[in-house]
């Protein structure tokens, strides 16, 4: 069976490329977007991730919005959606939740917590 890549969301760069790394070392294949749109774009042309990892703050549409719009798409209206940000308010939490993330993750991630958090989420 292949495996669906992983959805990188950020605008930061060096995040998109030590997750990409990580993941990749881990045996995740990965696709990366550097804002929403892009993101939305590569779902539209096609891409059908097993997993959308999304930043909270990003210029334009945020991550929320972003897993708000993912949901209405067929390839991700099922799709596990993680929000990774330095937030930690519970309202924001539940306003990802209501949008249809599957969970939250608090930055800095350690790359463990990451893995075992990819084993809950995504089929074998």
């Known amino acids: 069976m292949v ?4 959805l990188l969301v950020d605008d930061s760069p060096t995040i998109l ?20 749109e892009a993101a939305l774009e590569k779902v ?5 991730p097993g997993l959308v990892i999304t930043d909270y703050h990003m210029p334009g549409m945020h991550g929320v919005e972003l897993i708000q719009e993912l ?13 990774l940000t330095t937030e ?6 539940d306003a990802a939740r209501k949008a249809g993330a599957t969970g939250w993750l608090v930055k ?14 995504l089929p074998n």
């Not at 539209?44 to 059908?48: F, V």
Request: proline share 11%.
């Open 88 to 93: 930690s308010q519970q309202d924001k939490r």
């Open 3 to 6: 495996m669906k890549p992983v």
């Open 71 to 83: 949901r209405k798409l067929p390839p991700t209206r099922f799709t596990p959606m993680l929000v």
């Open 44 to 48: 539209r042309g096609g891409l059908a």
């Open 108 to 121: 800095p991630v350690e790359a463990d917590k990451l893995l075992q958090v990819l084993k809950q989420v």
């Open 17 to 36: 490329m030590s997750m990409s790394v990580l993941l990749s070392k881990a045996g995740y294949p990965n696709e990366q977007a550097p804002n929403a």
